[in-house]
């Protein structure tokens, strides 16, 4: 696609459910990262994708956060038993080079999932 | 991890006025970005500037990353100009997570 997607747009769900948060990265990117995005600061980061594996999954707060990305583009974040402390903004991310030296991976993000844990 | 501090915290303008926002990272990094996030949430690419300066229209960066630094300019500002400015970078050698700043808040009033 012409940008990176994200859906839903805003959900809202009850404490203790699961829920998926999906991303449609740029056509052909290999790199897909995700980060969330509490109010009033900037983007942490959560996962990193290259390909279909996790390259770098250092940021996930808990074992109740989980990503998968089966076939190398499409990504989903899953989280379970939702927690008041997980709302937040979950950003998706896609660049086109990945590699373990960094070099030439502008990124580029989506409009985010805005998520409510009530 | 890599430390990234942005100043000033907090910016208001008068439209037609000029800028400067700061990035200082503890670190050497492999890539710098600024972003702007609009009041919708959406973040908007300015610039990829590991090093050098680059401008697009009335913006323009400058990176000095002996120095540990990158400097973003708006000239002219407008009320569109509005949001947050966030700079990231990746840790050289630390892979291809973005560290974002701490952000500039930029209001700009007619």
């Known amino acids: 696609g012409a940008g990176v997607s994200q859906t839903p747009s805003n959900k809202v769900t009850e404490k203790g459910k699961y829920v998926e948060l999906r991303c449609d990265p740029i056509s052909g990117h290999t790199a897909l990262y995700w980060y969330r995005q509490s109010l009033g600061q900037g983007p942490e980061f959560l996962i990193y994708f290259q390909g279909t594996g996790a390259a770098d999954d250092s940021g996930l707060p808990n074992d109740r956060f989980f990503a998968v990305r089966p076939e190398g583009s499409v990504s989903t974040l899953k989280i379970q038993r939702t927690e008041r402390g997980d709302s937040a903004v979950y950003l998706c991310a896609s660049s086109s080079v990945g590699g373990s030296t960094g070099r030439g991976t502008e990124a580029f993000f989506g409009q985010g999932t805005r998520l409510t844990v009530v | 991890g890599i430390q990234v501090e942005q100043s000033p915290p907090d910016l208001i303008l008068q439209e037609g006025a000029n800028s400067t926002l700061r990035c200082n990272f503890s670190d050497s990094v492999n890539n710098l970005q600024w972003f702007h996030q609009n009041p919708w949430g959406q973040l908007i690419n300015l610039f990829y500037?590991?090093?050098g300066t680059k401008q697009n229209g009335r913006l323009s960066a400058t990176t000095v990353a002996t120095e540990r630094y990158s400097l973003l300019y708006i000239s002219s500002s407008q009320t569109t100009d509005s949001g947050v400015y966030f700079c990231?970078?990746?840790?050289?050698?630390?892979?291809?997570?973005?560290?974002f700043g701490t952000g500039t808040q930029l209001k700009v009033e007619l």
């Open positions: 990231a970078v990746t840790q050289r050698g630390g892979g291809n997570k973005l560290t």
């Open positions: 500037i590991p090093s």
